[in-house]
């Protein structure tokens, strides 16, 4: 990890972070990944920055996995918690934090709100706030625009919008691919 050099990605994040708990030392927040490997290197970074963290992932025993979850709840200390999309999107109540970072996009729009609403439960006193962290005219952009589509789709369905309903194309999959 010496020799690792920090992306301009996890660097906003950091100055982010930076930035809230300058504001409010009590300040504390979530960061969402699909990828362990990216919440890693994130991890790394925080505690370089001085940041205390804690993590929850899907190769946690049930028993380390609300150790996790405590000790965020409880340590007045830990700033970032630091959680795999797919292990912490549903059936967590983190009301400590009010800020949700989401690290990479996922293709499916829903398990990204499931995980933003994590702090956004019945016992918050704060506001809550969402940053998603996107890298521009990337194949990340390209599948922030496609989950767009799936959230008006969604949408129309729910809302019967007759010319709100569209469906991914074969052009839709060579758009995120090879851009325009």
Known sequence: ME???????????????????????????????????????????????????????????PAQRQASINHFMTDVNVECFLVSLKAGGVA?????????FIVDPWWNPAAEWQSADRCHRIGQARPCSITRLCIEDSVESRMVLLQEKKANMINSTINADESAMESLTPEDMQFLFRGT
């Open 3 to 61: 020799n690792w050099v920090s992306s301009s990605k996890i660097e906003a994040l950091v100055h982010d972070l930076h930035e809230l708990r300058s504001k409010n030392m009590s300040h504390k927040s979530i960061i969402f990944s699909q990828f362990t490997t990216m919440l890693q290197l994130v991890e790394w970074r925080l505690r370089r920055a001085g940041s205390t963290t804690v993590m929850l992932d899907g190769s946690m025993t």
């Open 92 to 100: 967590l109540n983190l009301t400590e934090a009010s800020k949700v």
